[in-house]
């Protein structure tokens, strides 16, 4: 009952995200994945947030956050993570874990559901901690497992797990803190280390036959629409190491200029000393790219307005708004560079 009052709220949030060619391409992904007899079970919601987050409950509802969407770069690693979700829902984990959970004592099932929570019972805590990674460890295979029936190439099945634990590092560092991945685990213990998921899942991976298909260009070409929108709800997380290192790590694989222009973005609104002369530099390699975007002219303008080359600066707005006149904050740029919207 909880869980369906929990997919009613997502089917009626503002969040979700509702474009069709964006759902039935996530869909041929875990279809080609778990089999066109299984994924019927599947009824599958995409939710813009920035949260890197996937999931499937027991009565069918899988949910993938544009935060995981910008964290892949291929078909492959989508399929993993849909895969990996799917075979929780499979292997009825949730459900187990909770019977585990009972188990323990009405006492700290109790403590659970009314908000106290497992944290007044550490040993209870210590126990399902390893139910659920042994649970963890158990999708991650069957998924690999998965991936290799349905021809998609593992070799890259690991990436992700890589570029979170650069991310984490780099949020440590920006804020001058140790960071969690010295002791190289998750927070509440849930999940296996990093370094242990990347260890297994590529130990595995190489027991697997290895499959051909990574699809990079159809993974880039159904989040294309998206890719802006999503790049700018990471930005506003106001984690500049973490954004970093995601969008530079993006960029440096695909060479985008939307890439550029949300790296120029990042650095605009971080504005330390020295940020505007490199976020200028993003905003010109934009430019400069065959797909350049209108607003890496807009973004460059208000750097150099900034840097105090006021005519260049407007120059470029005036080109921003040429480019796209019918922009959402066109009267506001034609305020600043002093003409009529």
């Not at 019918?326 to 600043?336: C, E, I, L, S, T």
Request: charged content about 25%; some cysteine; aromatic content about 6%.
């Amino acid at each position: 009952m909880e869980v369906d009052e929990t997919e009613r709220r997502i089917r009626n949030s503002p969040q979700l995200i509702t474009d069709p060619d964006l759902h039935a391409y996530i869909r041929s992904v875990l279809c080609r994945t778990v089999g066109e007899a299984r994924c019927g079970a599947a009824r599958l919601y995409i939710v813009r947030t920035p949260e890197a987050n996937a999931s499937m409950a027991p009565n069918g509802m899988m949910q993938i956050n544009s935060g995981m969407l910008l964290h892949l770069t291929n078909e492959a690693q989508l399929a993993a993570v849909l895969g990996h979700e799917f075979a929780h829902y499979e292997h009825r984990h949730a459900l187990l874990w909770f019977q585990e959970l009972k188990s323990k004592g009405n006492t700290a099932l109790w403590l659970t559901l009314t908000g106290i929570g497992l944290l007044a019972v550490p040993g209870i805590v210590s126990g399902l901690s390893g139910y659920s990674r042994d649970m963890e460890r158990e999708a991650d295979i069957d998924s690999l497992a998965r991936l290799s029936a349905a021809g998609y190439s593992l070799s890259e099945i690991s990436a992700p797990w890589k570029l979170f634990r650069a991310e984490w590092d780099a949020t440590a560092i920006e804020r001058k803190r140790k960071s969690h991945t010295l002791k190289d685990d998750k927070a509440d213990g849930s999940h296996p280390s990093l370094s242990e998921r990347i260890a297994y899942t590529e130990a595995e991976a190489a027991k697997q036959a290895p499959g051909a298909e990574v699809g990079r260009e159809p993974y880039r070409a159904a989040l294309a629409r998206w890719l802006p929108g999503f790049l700018d709800d990471q930005i506003k997380l106001n984690d500049f190491g973490a954004s970093d290192v995601l969008i530079g790590s993006l960029a440096q694989q695909t060479g985008s200029a939307a890439l550029l222009v949300a790296r120029g973005d990042l650095y605009r609104t971080h504005a330390k000393p020295g940020d505007l002369e490199k976020a200028e530099g993003f905003y010109a390699d934009a430019i400069a790219a065959s797909d350049a975007p209108a607003e890496a002219w807009r973004g460059r303008g208000l750097v150099r307005i900034k840097l105090g080359r006021v005519d260049e600066g407007k120059a470029d707005l005036r080109s921003y708004i040429e480019r796209n006149p019918a922009a959402p904050d066109r009267a506001m740029m034609a305020m600043m560079i002093g003409d009529k919207a």
